[in-house]
């Protein structure tokens, strides 16, 4: 009896992997989305699939348990990957004025395809300020993470440097007195 029972998940997860050779949903050196892991596929097994992390950890799955789950495979067709930078500021925010200095930094950056395709819009918006997301369209998943970073990092620095004020803070309205916390 144990022997079946050990046996039922070695055949599932050979199964599993015949599905993978049949169906293709991943091959040998895509690059995935996986539990909120991003990873190549190293290698695929009869039982398991190995996938390494950007920062070069190892991801053992079964893989049965991989083909269950939902993942995305960011390089099925086409490696291209639209990045998104968020940024939360205050409502007092110009955003055309930030679209166009995210647009400038972005043509000028290593990394962005189809300059064409750039925007920045004001996506949400609550009583603490206003969600500010700009797309921008990159080659490959490791590339994108870098465009990412990089405009995340410059987008702040003008801010800091040029408009302090659209930092996100608290306001006293009407006159009505928030009691400190101490």
Not at 39 to 50: D, G, L, N, Q, W
Not at 71 to 89: G, I, P, Q, Y
Request: include cysteine; aromatic fraction near 10%; glycine fraction near 6%.
């Amino acid at each position: 009896m144990l022997l079946g029972i050990a046996g039922q998940a070695v055949l599932g997860n050979i199964l599993a992997s015949l599905q993978i050779a049949l169906a293709k949903p991943v091959r040998i050196g895509d690059s995935v989305e996986f539990e909120g892991h991003w990873a190549y596929v190293e290698s695929i097994f009869y039982t398991f699939m190995r996938l390494r992390t950007w920062d070069e950890r190892r991801i053992i799955v079964p893989v049965k348990y991989f083909v269950s789950r939902p993942f995305e495979n960011w390089s099925v067709k086409d490696a291209r990957l639209m990045k998104t930078v968020r940024l939360w500021l205050d409502h007092a925010a110009d955003a055309e004025v930030l679209r166009e200095t995210f647009e400038t930094l972005a043509k000028d950056l290593d990394g962005v395809i189809e300059p064409e395709s750039l925007a920045c819009f004001v996506t949400d918006h609550n009583e603490h300020g206003q969600e500010i997301t700009c797309y921008v369209m990159t080659p490959d998943p490791s590339t994108g993470w870098e465009v990412e970073m990089r405009l995340r990092e410059q987008l702040l620095a003008f801010i800091r440097a040029n408009h302090p004020d659209w930092w996100p803070r608290e306001r006293v309205i009407g006159g009505r007195h928030v009691p400190d916390s101490d």
